[in-house]
């Protein structure tokens, strides 16, 4: 069965610090694969996507994310953290046939 | 605002009911998309509607079902509820009906079952 690992539930990060969320997936094929943010009693938005090609890929709000195929992961980073950053993200994959499977979603804290 | 609209925003209800969730999509968006976030399961993806039509179906129990209407908005019914369908039930829309294409979710229906 398809799934979604995001191994850090919690992170924290000092302001200005760099970040990286880690993403695993399990399917057999490339998957298209998405991040989303969740700020609280908000409903989520699309950082960026990756259906072929380039395997990094740019987002909004300076985020960035590595597709490896060799480690099925798209891990999401940013160089430079910023207060209002601080939200839930979730990675997403669509596995074919319009089927979306989500991660359990990692919250990041930011400390100034 | 991500264009999305969905009523109500908190529901209150009790085990055995039935309720009506309603959402529409940005204008000019022809596929809707239901999915249920709780803290035991996470969100998953309920069920998909493009121009009318069922697109695909996730995890979603017989006990729910929903419809998307002409106009293209969409409603999704829950019925003989339970204490465990309590979650956030959020809508989102998309131009087209390909997994590719970018999703917008609304702010979600806070259903609480006592």
């Known amino acids: 069965a398809q799934s979604v690992t995001q191994p850090d539930i919690h992170i924290t990060v000092s302001e200005g610090a760099s970040l990286e969320l880690r993403c695993n997936y399990s399917?057999?094929?490339?998957?298209?694969l998405f991040w989303y943010v969740q700020s609280p009693g908000q409903g989520l938005q699309l950082l960026l996507k990756y259906f072929s090609g380039d395997t990094l890929v740019q987002g909004i709000k300076g985020f960035e994310a590595e597709f490896k195929r060799s480690q099925s992961s798209f891990n999401l980073r940013k160089p430079s953290v910023h207060w209002s950053d601080a939200a839930e993200y979730f990675c997403?994959?669509?596995?074919?046939?319009?089927?979306?499977?989500f991660g359990t979603g990692t919250s990041l804290t930011v400390i100034p | 605002d991500s264009g999305v609209t969905q009523t109500p925003k908190h529901l209150i209800t009790a085990t055995g009911q039935r309720v009506t969730l309603r959402c529409s999509p940005r204008?000019?968006?022809?596929?809707v998309y239901w999915y249920q976030q709780s803290l035991d399961q996470g969100l998953q993806f309920l069920i998909q509607y493009y121009n009318g039509e069922e697109r695909a179906k996730g995890n979603i129990l017989e006990r729910f079902s929903a419809q998307q209407f002409p106009d293209l908005h969409s409603e999704l019914n829950l019925s003989s509820l339970e204490l465990g369908d309590s979650a956030l039930y959020f809508c989102?829309?998309?131009?087209?009906?390909?997994?590719?294409?970018?999703?917008?979710f609304g702010p979600g229906t806070r259903l609480t079952v006592l």
């Open positions: 989102a829309s998309s131009e087209l009906a390909g997994g590719y294409n970018e999703q917008f």
């Open positions: 399917y057999g094929a490339t998957p298209y």
């Open positions: 997403a994959v669509e596995s074919g046939g319009n089927q979306f499977y």
């Open positions: 204008s000019g968006d022809l596929s």
